[in-house]
């Protein structure tokens, strides 16, 4: 279990918003809230202008309750912004589920082969 300290800045991956703030996950145990005063120091009309659920994004510790797991964070004055791009190496292609579509006829033909081999 990790622990957080005042002014580390660390990673965060974006549960929920409210008018009020950002709910962050930090691990397994550890969560934090953004409050809205903690975005910017200009006016926030909207949370979700900053933030999406599920993104993972940069933030500051300001505090950190360790009895109650919950870390009071900031991302004022903070590049918060991760690369958010797929890291997976997967890419969408043209054809979409076009390719499964057109695999499937082929991949049961293949299976109902060797399920009938099996029986002889």
């Known amino acids: 279990m990790?622990?957080?300290?005042?002014?580390?800045?660390?990673n965060g991956c974006v549960t929920g918003i409210e008018k009020y703030g950002i709910f962050v996950s930090l691990d397994e145990y550890y969560s934090g809230l953004i409050h809205i005063s903690e975005i910017t120091d200009g006016f926030v009309k909207d949370i979700n202008n900053y933030v999406n659920i599920g993104e993972t994004i940069r933030v500051r510790?300001?505090?950190?309750?360790?009895?109650?797991f919950h870390v009071r964070l900031s991302i004022k004055d903070l590049n918060y912004k991760l690369d958010n791009k797929n890291k997976s190496?997967?890419?969408?292609?043209?054809?979409?589920?076009?390719?499964?579509?057109?695999?499937?006829?082929?991949?049961?033909?293949?299976?109902?082969?060797?399920?009938?081999?099996?029986?002889?």
């Open 2 to 10: 990790a622990r957080f300290y005042k002014d580390e800045i660390i």
């Open 61 to 68: 510790v300001i505090d950190s309750d360790d009895d109650s």
């Open 89 to 120: 190496g997967i890419v969408e292609t043209k054809n979409g589920y076009n390719t499964l579509e057109y695999q499937l006829e082929k991949w049961i033909k293949i299976r109902k082969n060797q399920k009938n081999d099996k029986t002889l």
